[in-house]
């Protein structure tokens, strides 16, 4: 639920991301991608298998782990999301199929902070092995607000830039920007562990979908109903370890490049040098064969054409 809109490494007005602009010389942050649905199910049903909105089918061809299970690596799916629910019944089953499944948030109490996965990160990131995809289902900022940071990251507390003066308005953005701004501390400490390995490593975060915090509409949440741009627009931020540039010289990273995260799985295999039948270069962003796709939202409309300024 984290749209890039409210991060300061995106140019926000708040500085909701310190940890990520001190690495920003490390780091490349995509400025045009966007997700396909602003629900995770619908997302990440395209975003972590084959299927994509042309071709929603393909979901049930291949997934993200078993592509990587495949290509020799140990998978790893770390999770503080509930394993079981409504919307979290497909992704369970998809990350099934990794080679080890941790999930921390099992109880009825509150949820845990995502801050919590770490020490598991670090632990995985010890393991002997050469080759692991490791993924994070973090809670990110999702809606309630400010329950997913500790309080110590509530430092936003005046009255923020909005259009929307009302009290709740003020809250609820307050809420949610201190959420970003532990998302940042969460983030940055996965690219410390991954530094202190000094080895061939690369990371990539992005969200399933974004979030409306009173910025273009008087709402918080997210619907395709209400369909803001905010809801649509996500983060998408690579990290590459000195020798992980080295091994993708052939590669573009390209920030400017537009992009729809359903198509994540080809770009993660040219990251990984992981070849198979199916692979469209030119749906891989990192790929000089690169070529932008008409990013299809909610009832086929074009992202494009839909927000046009």
């Given at each position: ?5 409210r ?10 991301t310190?940890k ?16 396909p ?13 084959l ?17 990587f ?34 999930f ?17 990160f670090?632990?995985?990131?010890k ?47 307050n ?28 990371a ?12 273009s ?8 109903t ?7 627009d ?56 690169f070529?932008p ?13 839909y927000?046009?300024?």
């Amino acid at each position: 639920s984290t749209s890039r809109n409210r991060m300061g490494i995106y140019n926000y007005s708040r500085n909701t991301t310190p940890k990520l602009k001190n690495l920003s010389n490390e780091i490349y942050a995509f400025k045009n991608v966007v997700t396909p649905h602003t629900h995770t199910l619908h997302a990440l049903e395209k975003v972590l298998t084959l299927g994509n909105t042309q071709n929603e089918d393909n979901k049930f061809k291949g997934t993200l782990l078993q592509l990587f299970n495949a290509a020799g690596f140990k998978t790893y799916w770390l999770s503080n999301q509930p394993p079981s629910g409504l919307w979290d019944n497909f992704i369970t089953g998809i990350a099934s199929s990794a080679s080890e499944t941790k999930f921390i948030n099992i109880s009825n109490d509150k949820t845990p902070f995502d801050g919590d996965l770490l020490p598991y990160f670090d632990s995985v990131l010890k393991e002997q092995g050469t080759k692991k995809l490791i993924i994070l289902h973090l809670m990110g900022t999702h809606f309630l607000y400010e329950n997913r940071h500790p309080k110590s990251f509530a430092v936003f507390k005046d009255v923020p830039q909005s259009i929307f003066k009302s009290a709740e308005a003020t809250k609820q953005i307050n809420a949610y920007d201190n959420a970003v701004m532990y998302q940042d501390f969460v983030w940055s400490q996965i690219i410390s562990q991954l530094k202190e390995l000094d080895t061939n490593a690369s990371a990539i975060f992005l969200s399933d979908h974004g979030e409306e915090v009173y910025q273009s509409i008087a709402y918080a949440g997210h619907a395709e109903t209400k369909g803001s741009k905010n809801m649509y627009d996500i983060p998408f931020i690579v990290w590459l370890s000195p020798e992980k540039k080295k091994g993708v010289s052939h590669l573009v990273f390209d920030i400017n490049r537009s992009f729809s995260s359903e198509n994540l799985l080809f770009a993660m295999s040219d990251l990984a040098n992981i070849s198979f039948t199916e692979m469209q270069t030119e749906w891989s962003v990192f790929n000089t064969a690169f070529k932008p796709q008409n990013r299809l939202i909610f009832n086929g409309q074009d992202y494009d054409a839909y927000f046009k300024e």
